[in-house]
């Protein structure tokens, strides 16, 4: 899909955009049974950048399910996504973006194409009549992400009637990364803050796992997916050095805070793993800090796997030797309970935000959350609410007198280098 200068913008085009607009029959989008417009899924064949990462977000802020493919080892979970739109870099993708509608099209699916070409040149073909293979080119817009000219192209599409499957797709296209080893490439975090409810200041920050294909998708179907243990031992790794990263940068501004990462049980109890975190802990200097110093925190996370617990009490001491703090997640869900409390060498407990909420729905059940945190401070034990996120559960965190909240009132997960504006205490 080279773009051809020569060709005039289409009529009606947008000022400034050079927009084409066209609504075959057979690029009709999803609508729900009751004849509301399902908003579509859009998958990105082109390479990432700033400026595709901001587009891809405020697309998601507006409902849409959003993915993303810039290698050619992605296309096959680029399909197994199930897009209904792909939008697709005119010049440097051209190869792949036939690849993968190739395969939608053996699944007797005809997807719309979006075409992204550089600002000031033309669209690449008269819209309306365009059609790269069975799939038809139905907008083209500069590759400046304007978001406007890019949801009038695809409000002009949903006029059919098709399906809504997120989650399916979602799931699916994990999966295809993963046989495609290319999950762990694409494995990034994000630091949510840990606020002191005493000072409400930062406490510290949490490590979240993304992935940059599906900036959107649950963290914990990443982990559910890794069901080989090397697997998730290098994830949970490379969640170990991005905290490291940000509590050196953050000692270089004289703004120390311990970072924490999500940790499963089974992962906390490999030797292999043990033995690395303690290599990576010297090497940075971290384990001279001494015990107690909590630099890393790793929180055990809800884990069904069995395990050799006197074993792993003992590991984890070995551990809080190197300078680490141990932190049990998601208190109140599955297999997390006060055994594990009393059990393990803990320093703070964590109570899940689902737990959080269904108790703050129904007040006469704040009881136990009370109760939870009061035995808690009398074993030494901190105590953090998670999934604060409006006025109402602040003020029922601070009433049951936990140390600590989480949650989307203080703003969004951010990359490391978006820290500069925090205070920390």
Known sequence: ?????????????????????????????????DGSAVLPRLLFVHAADAASCQAHAELRSRGYSVAW????????????FAPDVVIADAQSRGDDLITVLDQIGHDGRICPVIELRPPGEYPSAVLGEAMIGEHPLVG????????????????????????????????????????????????????????????????????????????????????????????????????????????????????????????????????????????ELRRRGVASNGPGRGVLIIEITEDARPVDTQRLVRDMNGLRDLGVVFSLDDFGKGATNFDRVFTLPIAELKIDKDFFGH???????????????????????????????????????????????????????????????????
């Not at 009529?11 to 999803?30: D, E, H, I, K, N």
């Not at 007198?401 to 969004?412: D, K, P, S, V």
Request: with cysteine; aromatic share 6%.
């Open 69 to 80: 493919i810039g290698h050619a080892a992605e296309i096959a979970a680029g399909t197994a």
């Open 140 to 279: 083209s817009l500069e590759r400046t992400y304007k978001i406007g000219a890019l949801t009038a192209i695809l409000a002009s599409l949903a006029t059919g009637t098709g399906r809504s499957e997120d989650a399916a797709g979602d799931r699916r296209m994990i999966a295809a990364l993963l046989a495609g080893s290319r999950l762990l490439p694409n494995l990034h975090y994000e630091f949510l803050p840990k606020i002191d409810l005493s000072t409400d200041q930062v406490a510290g920050y949490e490590a979240l796992a993304r992935l940059r294909n599906i900036p959107g998708v649950n963290p914990e179907w990443l982990f559910a997916a890794m069901t080989d243990a090397g697997i998730e031992a290098a994830a949970t790794m490379k969640a170990v050095t991005a905290a490291l990263d940000l509590w050196l940068a953050l000692s270089v501004e004289q703004r120390s805070a311990p970072v924490a990462i999500n940790c499963s049980q089974a992962v906390l109890a490999d030797p292999l793993f043990q033995a690395a975190l303690g290599d």
């Open 359 to 425: 108790c703050a729905r129904h007040v006469h059940e704040l009881g136990i959350l009370r109760e939870v945190v009061r035995s808690c401070h009398a074993r030494g034990l901190s105590t953090v609410v998670e999934g604060v996120e409006t006025e109402e559960h602040l003020a029922i965190a601070r009433d049951l007198g936990a140390r600590c909240a989480q949650g989307f009132y203080w703003g969004r997960p951010m990359a490391a280098g978006s820290f500069a504006h925090v205070r920390v205490i």
């Open 1 to 33: 899909m080279s773009a051809d200068p020569s060709l005039a913008p289409p009529p009606g085009a947008a000022a400034g955009f050079g927009l084409g607009l066209a609504s075959p029959a057979s690029a009709c989008l999803p609508v729900a049974g």
